[in-house]
């Protein structure tokens, strides 16, 4: 494997070839961004360029309206979903990762905020609170483990 790796998300490809390789009309792309289905990077031009990520994306979509019959509203719902699911599941390991770095007795009871923020807490501490404060306190006792 070479030791460059190249970056998915960068956007590279001008329209016409992300239309190629997704195998779609470059006004459909166009109608795409229009609709916040897939929003490509831009040039300085205002000219848009698309990412391997993109192009992904794109053929997703095809497959989700053609094959599965699912109009665009539904397709952008489905995509919306995805994301929030991605995102979620990236804050999921960022507190295990905090939980890994954090000794035993720290991971006893500890509070998360809705960033994902990690905070140790002893025994009887509450959080301290910030007025858009949503934290979560998870205690565990002594005698058991997760």
């Given amino acids: 494997m070479s030791p460059h790796r190249i970056d998915e998300r960068a956007p590279v490809f001008v329209i016409s070839v992300a239309a190629e390789l997704s195998g779609m009309h470059p006004q459909t792309l166009r109608q795409y ?5 897939v929003v490509p990077g831009r040039t300085r031009g205002r000219g848009r360029r698309y990412s391997a990520r993109d192009i992904a994306r794109l053929r997703e979509i095809q497959a ?21 699911v991605g ?28 960033d994902g923020e990690i905070s140790a807490l002893r025994r009887g ?22």
Wanted: proline fraction near 4%.
């Fill in 64 to 84: 989700l309206s053609q094959e599965d019959g699912i109009n665009l509203a539904g397709i952008k719902r489905i995509l919306e979903l995805q994301d929030e």
């Fill in 125 to 146: 501490e509450r959080p301290r609170r910030r007025e858009s404060s949503n934290a979560l306190v998870v205690w565990r006792p002594r005698n058991r483990s997760w």
């Fill in 87 to 114: 995102a979620l599941r990236e804050q999921l390991t960022a507190v295990q990762h905090a939980l890994d770095r954090m000794t035993p007795a720290q991971r006893r009871v500890f509070a998360a905020d809705a």
């Fill in 33 to 37: 961004d229009r609709l916040g289905l």
